[in-house]
């Protein structure tokens, strides 16, 4: 098995009075209407079925009276679910997939395969379901020269000198895997954009990838570079002076070119937009306001229904400020003045993706914008591709975090569904973890965040362990051992990693390669751009003071929960740092003073990918050799990292907390020069 066929693999039901069951209930399907996305449900359903149930099962035009098959049909007789819902229920011996819409019809085709494929029984079917966000997608950083910004899975999916004439058979499969999970729109390059991607010729190539996608119910959108009217002017100019987004000739450029899209590609989402951020232009280089350009764009879309996705992903270069707080005082006084087209999405926690970070304070303090939330499913800060790190409780943990902004219970998932601030539009977003390599995320086990993200986008609900379950039931092995085996190990390794690489609140120990151990790096352009500015170790204690007499970033938060991490005391321990510079000999409660509690967490986090390793051994027999060969490569790989990060951190803080490594560890068998060493090769050229 080489991974390329994802959770859809549909392999035979080994269990035959199962199957029989099933095939008793699967004898045929027929659709009460066409269409291509109702033909995409008939098509995948005899894929799946034929494969599951080791027989071809006929798609019909009309049921007529027969019993005993799948129905699907359109009708807006179900009030129970949404737009995009659907509900499964058994009537006259058919199991009928209901749906108010056709892409309502496809992922009830999908949620029934899924049903199947993890073994549920079917004989009191009854499921109904609606997507609780509207737009669920995915966000690739791909580049028109084909590789991919933070991508460790290979070069970009999209084949941009072939395109639009040829068209790759993996396009298919990709809109295959993403409707199989909900996901309704994608962003084909980087936010870092070229304005390539703007001109006729590139629009072409995006019109064909489009077309696949349409069928799947998959919008495409694109994001677009600022600057691009100076950069590309048009037919008549070789380029505007100026992109200010005030300046009426500019307007007209981008309202030409959104008609221009349009043409290409009637349905087009939208822009996705990054600006005045890590050096892209943007309104502010005309004295403008994020809302100034974002509305420029949001006017030229007005015609269409597409929308304008603008990032509250920017920080200044200014030595004093604190970067946790950048987005939120550039983007709160914004509240209000932005088009009703307008989402701002926001990276689930205040600096950039780190393993852990407590929720961004954005959420729940701009009820009048819609905000959309932004995850990063390729794993920049979470060790590339050989790192196992199951995702899911990282997303939850923000999802489910209370931000009180209109008393208990106002969750960020609670913001970004809409429900608390009647957002019109509601978003989620995945930085993807898809490239060119046959098994699409490089890291094998990596689907799974893929899986769960478009899972979560979805339904915020699902608790991470159902979804590690469905997960491993379709991808990997239905064996029952195997299957909570492999559930916990996944569960786990977020924390695991965390442990060895980022415990207790620390983030960013990077700068170069945001992989290799840094934690000494102090020398950078910019402040914000050094291990030391994150983690401020000095001879007293380490962390980063942002309660009243530090930063202050606590103020953004409700009193709530300002009050609860405000107090060292009572701030969770895996946040402890975020908020505080705690002295080495404080008392945590733990029993542990915090020099020997984090070296406990360096030392077990490391020691925890032994065990790892372990369980992997012990699913052997469960899962295919290739996959389990690969698997178990990148966790040799990851064990010998984590004992890297391990000593580097506990070598280099050693020398400000002039400690002992506490027993029952033992002192690393190298040097911190030998392990500068090491990293200095992952920084050369
Ligand atoms: C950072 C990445 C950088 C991205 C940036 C962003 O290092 O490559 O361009 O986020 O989200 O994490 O814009």
């Known amino acids: 098995d080489d991974g390329y066929r994802l959770w859809l693999k549909y392999d035979p039901i080994a269990n035959t009075s199962q199957r029989d069951a099933y ?11 066409t269409s291509p996305i109702i033909k995409s449900a008939t098509d995948e359903l005899q894929m799946g079925l034929q494969g599951l149930l080791g027989k071809s099962v006929p798609v019909l035009t009309g049921a007529g009276n ?3 098959g799948i129905l699907l049909e359109v009708t807006a007789n179900t009030p129970e679910i949404n737009e995009e819902g659907y509900r499964i229920a058994k009537r006259q011996n058919n199991i009928v997939i209901s749906a108010k819409t056709d892409a309502g019809v496809l992922y009830g085709a999908f949620a029934l395969l899924r049903h199947l494929q993890t073994g549920q029984p079917i004989e009191q079917l009854t499921l109904a379901s609606s997507p609780k966000v509207k737009l669920r997608m995915l966000n690739h950083w791909d580049n028109p020269n084909g590789t991919i910004e933070r991508g460790y899975a290979g070069g970009s999916l999209w084949k941009w000198y072939e395109l639009p004439e040829t068209i790759d058979p993996r396009y298919k499969d990709y809109a295959r895997a993403n409707a199989s999970l909900g996901i309704n729109g994608t962003v084909v390059n980087n936010v870092n954009a070229s304005p390539r991607l703007l001109t006729g010729e590139y629009l072409q190539k995006v019109a064909a990838l489009a077309d696949v996608f349409r069928p799947y119910g998959i919008k495409v959108y694109l994001s677009v570079y600022f600057a691009a009217p100076k950069t590309l002017g ?4 070789p380029g505007l002076k100026t992109s200010d987004p005030l300046d009426p000739q500019v307007r007209q450029w981008w309202a030409d070119k959104t008609k221009e899209i349009h043409q290409y590609i009637p349905d087009f989402g939208g822009f996705l937009v990054k600006a005045n951020s890590e050096g892209e232009p943007g309104p502010q280089d005309y004295g403008r306001t994020h809302a100034d350009g974002a509305n420029m764009l949001a006017e030229a879309m007005k015609p269409y229904n597409g929308v304008v996705i603008w990032r509250a992903f920017v920080y200044k270069a200014d030595p004093k400020a604190d970067r946790f707080k950048a987005a939120y005082e550039e983007f709160t006084p914004l509240d209000g003045q932005f088009d009703p087209k307008v989402i701002v999405q926001v990276k689930n926690g205040p600096i950039d993706f780190q393993p852990r970070e407590p929720f961004s304070p954005l959420f729940g303090n701009m009820p009048k914008t819609p905000l959309g939330i932004e995850f990063q499913l390729t794993q920049e800060y979470l060790g590339f591709a050989t790192h196992l790190v199951y995702e899911a409780p990282l997303f939850k943990e923000c999802l489910d975090a209370d931000t009180y902004v209109k008393g208990k219970g106002s969750t960020v998932a609670k913001v970004v569904d809409g429900s608390l601030h009647g957002y019109t539009h509601t978003l989620m977003a995945g930085v993807a973890n898809t490239g060119s390599d046959r098994n699409w995320t490089g890291h094998p ?9 478009g899972r979560l986008a979805w339904d915020h609900t699902l608790t991470s362990e159902v979804i590690a379950d469905e997960w491993v039931k379709m991808t990997l092995t239905r064996e029952p051992t195997a299957v909570k085996r492999i559930t916990n190990l996944l569960l786990k390794s977020r924390d695991i990693y965390v442990d060895y690489n980022t415990p207790m609140g620390l983030s960013r120990p990077w700068a170069g390669v ?11 352009p910019r402040p914000d751009w050094t291990a030391v500015y994150y983690h401020r170790a000095d001879s007293i204690g380490i962390g980063f003071d ?13 009193p709530e929960v300002r009050q609860q991490w405000a107090n060292p005391e009572t701030c969770p321990l895996p946040y402890l740092l975020w908020f505080h510079h705690v002295p080495w000999t404080k008392k945590l409660s733990t029993g542990r003073s ?3 509690e984090l070296c406990t967490r360096f030392y077990t986090g490391a020691d925890s990918v032994r065990w790892m390793q372990q369980e992997w051994t012990q699913v052997k027999p469960a899962i295919d050799p290739v996959f389990h ?5 990148r966790l040799a790989t990851q064990q010998r990292e984590a004992i890297w990060w391990r000593d580097a951190w506990v070598l280099y803080l050693q020398e400000y907390a002039r400690q002992p490594i506490p027993a029952p560890f033992k002192k690393p068998d190298r040097t911190l020069e030998d392990v500068k060493q090491l990293v200095n090769i992952y920084l050369m050229r």
């Open 23 to 33: 095939s008793r209930s699967a004898q045929f399907i027929a659709a009460n209407k």
């Open 66 to 68: 027969r019993t005993g």
């Open 234 to 237: 048009d037919r008549t100019r």
């Open 445 to 453: 086990m990596a689907q799974s965040n893929w899986y769960a993200f």
């Open 514 to 524: 945001h992989f290799a151990p840094e934690p000494w790096q102090s020398k950078s």
């Open 546 to 558: 942002r309660t009243a007499s530090g930063s202050n970033a606590l103020a953004q938060y409700q």
């Open 594 to 596: 915090l020099w020997d």
């Open 629 to 633: 060969a690969d698997v178990a490569g």
